[in-house]
DNA sequence: CTCCTCATGTAATTAGTTACATGATTTA
DNA sequence: TAAATCATGTAACTAATTACATGAGGAG
């Protein structure tokens, strides 16, 4: 989904500043499931204007740039509509670097493996403890839907962590493994524990 | 993560080519959580080969390419175990249109929402189905960790739009929701139904 | 007879990220 | 006094995706 469409998306929620519009996908309703940052909004935003989907009314503001408040037009109403109902949704996309290093945690020292879990555990309890202080009253039914869907999401893997994430490492120091096989051993793995028999 | 550590992974499971090693993160082990084309594997690999990273053993097909095995050295063994101990991996980053989307329910035809709902739920049914023919004893002590856990996250979002799926579309159909403020109903919304009392 | 799998690779396009540039106010 | 928040935007860089190019064999 281009940053055109998640910007109209955005202000279909009302009109929002460029910076504002980055807060809802970091924080806000939409937190978590579309990263998108300043380069990709600012721009966005510029040609949204230019096709005439938004308009922007500036709000002088003392010691910093002025405000722009965009606003859809409802050629942009009509335009998030149409791609809403028509185009086919892009499958999702998941990119997780602490999955794929757990995935290859006999590489590692075992304390090293401990560490990237906890800390990835840490990382989910914090996202659904800042989502407990989230009104969904305040939500529209679909932000609500979504909003519960993360939860869940945010809960199965703190849950899963919290019943497989012991065994794990204790596997790890007993040297109780499965060592991928491409690995031979023939570089300087010093702190990694070898299989039993080996 | 760069395509190269992620072929180094990759190649830590035994040598392979090319095009194995895009099945391993598109059904194999690496399934759903990195994905990676073509066209980020073949020039990393001749990246690694000139490196020195890994070696490349070419058999001949009949009728098709050279099959090119790759396989790590120690050096790539090195720089693999180098990179999972000292790098800090990224944040997750979690791409969905249909969450987006479905995040605007109440600016789609409900009957439009109920297909993106359904076709949703299903492909994490069947994402489900395919790992269940996987033999977890096949797998590294890693792989079968994030392999559950990502069973826990695919059984966790098909239960959510089970239990909560139908309420939705029910909402939106009687109309009783909170629509998106930005939204004045002056584009060409004919199917939308309105919030009563409006 | 068409589509899918196998099999590699390059080139062009597109998009996203990061760094730079500026600067006042508030909080710790 | 350092860091975070608010606030915008451009330029450079990096990376991924898509299309192109080739082609046999097997399944439906």
Redesign the pocket.
């Known amino acids: 989904m281009?940053?055109k469409t998640l910007c109209l998306g955005a202000l279909a929620h009302g009109p929002a500043?460029?910076?504002?519009i980055r807060?809802m996908f970091e924080e806000g309703a939409y937190a978590g499931f579309h990263?998108?940052?300043?380069?990709?909004i600012?721009?966005a935003?510029?040609a949204l204007l230019a096709e005439g989907l938004v308009d922007c009314h500036e709000e002088p503001?003392?010691?910093?740039?002025?405000?722009?408040v965009y606003r859809l037009t409802p050629q942009g109403e009509a335009a998030l509509v149409k791609t809403l109902s028509s185009n086919q949704p892009a499958e999702d996309?998941y990119k997780s670097d602490t999955l794929f290093m757990l995935s290859l945690a006999e590489v590692m020292d075992p304390a090293r493996v401990d560490r990237l879990l906890r800390d990835y555990r840490d990382l989910k309890v914090n996202q659904l403890n800042h989502m407990a202080e989230c009104d969904p009253a305040k939500m529209t039914t679909g932000q609500r839907f979504i909003f519960g869907l993360g939860q869940a999401v945010y809960s199965a893997i703190a849950t899963y962590i919290d019943n497989n994430g012991d065994a794990l490492i204790e596997a790890l120091e007993r040297g109780d493994y499965h060592a991928p096989p491409g690995l031979r051993g023939t570089s300087e793995r010093t702190t990694t524990v070898r299989k039993a028999g080996e």
Do not use: M, N
């Open positions: 281009d940053a500043s460029g910076y504002e807060k990263p998108i940052g300043f380069g990709s600012y721009p935003l510029t503001q003392a010691g910093r740039p002025d405000k722009k996309k």
